[in-house]
């Protein structure tokens, strides 16, 4: 296990010893990653690995075997000839969709078939999403190293308000009164007495996932505090504001506060090209909501 590092010390006693209250939250609501998870996510880091491999492993999780399935028979693949095996539909999505699907199949039983269906539920979720996309496509218009993790950071930077929401929907609620990301943090602390950034960074921790992914969740809101990832901590900022802009959230932007960016700023982005990246993410966002229904 990766302990953390410096960047993290101001949070440090709270990863390492984390308070009783969010170790038995996150231990009663999150699932540990399934063995197939781990499995593929390790096969998917050999370019080399060939399809075969990847369909036997699959097939051990039905779930997911049909989620790729689904996928390779949609009108996003436009195949002609319908696709039958799990060979031919990982030969067709390719390594990279795999990927996705694996992660996002791993955060979608992390937020639940009864918090997805619920309102506030659909809203981070479908934003969260969002946020993923925008920042694959901005990391790819910078010309950028690192594309997949910024997705996936930004697929997961608000795993922790799924965990409040899960725990307390009636006290979540109240924190949708508050206006500014600032005053959201604050209740976040009166309420949990942790905020959403911070039971987020735990929960990958907890994970295994690599050091980098939790220092992004952690400073998403504030990227100039981390000393590592600061690249990818920029980027996703930046899509978190425009997902925001474009109506995928719980608290909706105005296009003013691009201005006010962190993360704008410091990957000096236009807001063409910030624009260009929301439609440019339409239908595969279409496609994963579809794929996940």
């Excluded at 590592?228 to 608290?251: E, K, P």
Aim: charged share 25%.
């Amino acid at each position: 296990m990766i302990s953390p590092t410096k960047d993290l010390s101001e949070k440090r006693d709270l990863l390492i010893k984390p308070r009783l209250d969010m170790d038995g939250l996150v231990k009663t609501k999150i699932p540990p990653l399934q063995g197939t998870v781990l499995r593929l996510t390790e096969l998917l880091r050999d370019i080399n690995v060939s399809s075969k491999t990847l369909a036997d492993t699959v097939g051990y999780d039905p779930i997911l075997a049909a989620r790729i399935l689904k996928l390779a028979n949609s009108s996003f693949y436009a195949r002609r000839k319908a696709v039958t095996t799990l060979h031919q539909a990982i030969e067709s999505v390719g390594t990279k969709s795999l990927y996705d699907l694996v992660m996002l199949g791993a955060m979608s039983e992390s937020f639940g078939r009864e918090i997805r269906d619920s309102v506030l539920g659909r809203t981070v979720w479908e934003h969260s999403l969002a946020v993923g996309l925008v920042a694959r496509e901005l990391s790819k218009t910078l010309g950028l190293r690192g594309a997949e993790e910024s997705f996936l950071c930004g697929l997961l930077h608000d795993i922790g308000k799924i965990l409040m929401l899960r725990s307390d929907t009636e006290r979540f609620e109240s924190l949708l009164d508050k206006r500014t990301e600032a005053e959201m943090f604050e209740w976040e602390q009166r309420i949990y007495g942790f905020d959403h950034t911070e039971v987020g960074a735990y929960v990958t921790y907890k994970w295994g996932l690599p050091q980098s992914i939790y220092n992004v969740i952690m400073h998403h809101h504030q990227p100039s505090k981390t000393s590592t990832s600061t690249v990818v901590a920029n980027v996703v900022n930046a899509a978190d504001l425009v997902a925001n802009i474009n109506g995928y959230g719980l608290r909706l932007a105005e296009e003013g506060e691009i201005f006010d960016c962190e993360g704008v700023a410091f990957l000096g982005l236009t807001r063409e090209q910030m624009f260009e990246a929301w439609d440019n993410i339409q239908e595969p966002l279409e496609e994963i909501i579809w794929t996940f229904n």
